[in-house]
């Protein structure tokens, strides 16, 4: 055939390979510490991997300086921070969501002296006094160095980066969460998850161990001290069989067992520790002086204790020693490990309580333990591990995770898992909720003597993600309850302290009376049902409250016809079912999303106990046993039957209060400004910079590149390198306060001065290889046309893919470009190396490009062609032996050609045209 002929022509002469670039989304983790942030990306075909900041390091200082708008973040920031401490900040992660009066901010506030914390009186919320003009919140802090990660990743990624699993401490409160979150959005960071770092970290464990778990489930300690605080972690990994799509499936599942911690016992307060001590001994001879009041000798001690933390947890001994600490004064101490040891007896004290807790509340034995890991930069202090061996009765501990970046790989695999367009292998995850929380209202239409009804909503062991629906009986008036952190008695009395208000929210519910004289001729009240949701951030949400009401029973023929007993008896079997598929999939409904979380919903009934067989009741129906399964956890009746009234709500936070729209707005044009800030600086440094190396590069090729040499006269020379000594004396002198614009025009200058020296040098290289091209391309063009004519001309038919004036215009081209080819060829023999070409070889290109166009052009036509097919009665017999002759009109352009150009056709058609 014509057409399969061209195309295989084709193939021969532009094979060009086409490179398809899907713009996929890469997704990151940050894992935000109180002392480094560590991220890690994963973008399509390549696997999660940490990033690098811009000094190559895998983890970045939580710290940003401030200098009118200047801004240093990680190890710059670190240097810049002795000489101006009070700007420079830093351990913010632990400040989030918090009140001035909260015992942390109070520590904070203690350690180091020289912050101005205060509320601002007109946002309400906890900030920086920066200088008289600025106030920076803690969250816009934190959002910067956040932003900075985001930057880091895109760099790295070499894509844009939006959307982030950021890990939080699981002892973060409601409060401390939604302020990281709002921190993120002030970064145009998109939160997949708040994930708990403790959480991440035993993912990151399990997801390299997949096969070495089974269905009975092993058991791991976690214990992590970082520089803040210390979590200890009881986890199992089982395999659980889910349903998906009617397949079983088998998965590995990450159940967090329970949780114990202690906010601050952490790195942190070492080397707090050792900076008191020092500056201790210090004050010993000195007593005139004290370094509290003075910020910048107060930082570098703190920078030397961190330095003798890290040798005393190798080393037994270290001379501690500042140059010029105070008023040219040097501080030196030579101190030992057992000296450090002793500052912090208390400390070491608290190191087994966690585990003793975790053990506890788990019930767990030590002896049913798999393994022990230890994590977190404070867990190299020898002592530190020596306290674990004796409160763990010499279970080993293992110290083989990579302690500084496990939680930011588990966290970037959950952002995988949570983003669409990447397979992951399933690995199911159920978090431990870390606080009970309660729900506390009045009773309405009661007359019993217990006026304040307490109820817990979520139990301290509840896994989450998790949806409950609390009922309220009795109520027909508008009313309030109030959300609160329940029983805390099991946790330390600073580490309650630390939470802050207790209370949680207070809910205003209104529209009640109206719903309920809607409905409360025709239909019974189910009770007004709030729905909330304790998401996969461990955020408590909630998502609406709604009057439920059902028709009576006398109303639908149905349950009349069952009497009483009956319905007994069928609630029972409905229980028993419902039950079974219950506890059925409680063992399999691990999967995320709605139908688990529907599964799971519980109904906290609140008035009365009586009520507590709604399931039962709701799913008493007389034929379908399976529709038992999914009406025991969603309560839908048949609609008709069923009326929902949507209620109005409003929340007030208890708990600290979140910014108001306009406080947010201003924050975000806060820092708008300063990245303006950033853009100009950048963009004056790239400027100087275009500058500087435009004057470098071009002094070296003059001087010692052959292809310069040759192609400048020595007049020409010496022009070019005056000019440059010149622009280069400038940029030393008024260009040291030159904006962008005069930077520019200085390159602009120089780039004109050397532009046909940098065309000649190009096109000498370029040239012959274009030539070639060119000259193959002809070759190629020529030799279609000609087999393209041949093979029309034998057709002979009307039926061709492309018209003689096409083919003539095609061999015009040809014709024409061999003409235009001489004379270029002609031209380029008279051309001196110093000498300006008159043809350059994008010409040359142009004339390639028209030459594949027009080539290309003919082939698709001919691809695209399709032959008629024959009429219906043949008018002529076809191929017959006698049809030798050229009889127009009785081929069929499908047959024929075949049989022309075709290697091995075996008709015998074939062998009589040949004879
Ligand atoms: C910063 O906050 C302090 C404390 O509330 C307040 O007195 C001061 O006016 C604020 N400064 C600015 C510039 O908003
Ligand atoms: C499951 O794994 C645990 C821990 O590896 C092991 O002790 C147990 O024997 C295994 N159970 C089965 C049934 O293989
Ligand atoms: C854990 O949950 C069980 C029921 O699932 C409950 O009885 C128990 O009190 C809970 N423990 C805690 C500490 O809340
Ligand atoms: C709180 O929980 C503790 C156990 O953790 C228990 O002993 C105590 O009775 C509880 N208090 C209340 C008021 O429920
Ligand atoms: C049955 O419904 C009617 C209204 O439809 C009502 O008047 C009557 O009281 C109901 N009977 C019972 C037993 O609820
Ligand atoms: C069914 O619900 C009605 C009211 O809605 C209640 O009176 C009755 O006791 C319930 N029956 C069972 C078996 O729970
Ligand atoms: C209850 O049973 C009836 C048939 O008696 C059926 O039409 C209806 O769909 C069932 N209801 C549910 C919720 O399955």
Known sequence: MIHSQLILFACLIFATSTVFTADSLAVM?????????????????????????????????????????DREFGEAAISRSTKMPAQSYMYLRELVGKSLNNPIIE????????????????????????????????????????????????????????????TVPPYFTQSERRSIKRACELANIKVLQLMNDNTAVALNYGIYRRKDFNATGSTYLFYDMGAQSTTCTIATFNVVKIKEHGYVEEVPQLTIKTVAFDRDLGGLEFQIRLRDYFAKKFHEKHPKIDLYKHPKALTKLFREAERAKHVLSANVEYTAQVEGLIDDIDFKHQTTREEFENLCTDLFERIKRPVQEVLTTSGIKLSEIQQVLLFGGATRIPRVQNELTKVLGGVE????????????????FQATALTKGYRVKKFLVKDFNQYPINVKFERQNDDSDQRILDKTLFNRNNTFPHRKVMTFNKHTDDFSFDVYYGNL?????IDRRA?????????????????????????????????????????????????????????TDKNKAITKDEQSTLSKIGSKISSFFKSKTGDDGTKKGDEDEQNEETKTTSDEPSTKPLDNNETTNTTNDTSTTTTASTPT????????????????????????????????????????????LLALATAKNNLETFIYDARDKLEHDQRYKKATTSHERTKINEKLAEVDAWLWEDGVNADVKALKSKLDELKTLTKSLKIRVREVELRPKKLQELKDTLNMTEHFFRATRSVLFKTDTDEKPFTDAELKY??????????WLDQVLAEFAKL????????????????????????????????RFVPKPKTTTPKVPVNNQNKADDDKSSTTSTSEPEETTTVTPPSTEEQHNDL
Do not use: C
């Open 29 to 69: 983790s940050i894992d935000l510490g109180t002392e480094f942030t560590k991220i890690a990306v994963v973008k399509p075909g390549i696997p999660m991997e940490i990033v690098l900041n811009k000094e190559s390091r895998r983890k970045t200082p939580v710290i940003v300086a401030i200098k009118g708008k």
């Open 107 to 166: 520590q904070y506030l203690k350690r180091f002296p020289y912050y101005k914390l205060n509320i601002d009186g007109h946002s309400s919320q906890l900030v920086f006094e920066h200088d008289s003009e600025t106030n920076y919140t803690v969250e816009e802090l934190l959002s910067m160095i956040l932003k900075k990660a985001r930057e880091y990743a895109t760099d790295f990624a070499e894509q844009s980066v939006d959307s982030a699993v950021v």
């Open 397 to 412: 501990l293992g110290k083989s995770l990579n302690t500084d970046e496990a939680a930011a790989m588990g966290a970037v």
């Open 489 to 493: 008695t099991y946790l330390s009395l």
């Open 499 to 555: 939470l802050g208000q207790t209370d949680l929210s207070r809910i205003d519910v209104t529209g009640v009376r109206t719903a309920y004289d809607k409905y409360k001729d025709t239909m019974e009240s189910k009770g007004i049902k709030a729905h909330f949701e304790l998401d996969d951030s461990s955020l408590l949400v909630l998502t609406r409250i709604e009057f439920v009401f059902e028709r009576k029973d006398n109303d």
């Open 637 to 680: 009746t048949p609609k008709q039957m069923n009326a929902r009234e949507p209620l109005k709500f409003k929340i007030d936070l208890l708990d600290y209060p979140d910014p108001s729209e306009e406080a947010q707005t201003e924050s975000k044009k806060k820092l708008s400004d300063l990245d303006a800030h950033d853009r100009e």
């Open 810 to 819: 095609l061999e015009k081209t040809i014709k024409d470009t061999y003409t």
């Open 832 to 863: 001196s190396p110093t000498d300006t070409p008159k043809y350059l070889s994008t010409d040359i290109d142009d004339k390639t490009n028209a030459l594949k166009r027009e080539t290309n052009y003919l082939l698709n036509k001919a691809q």
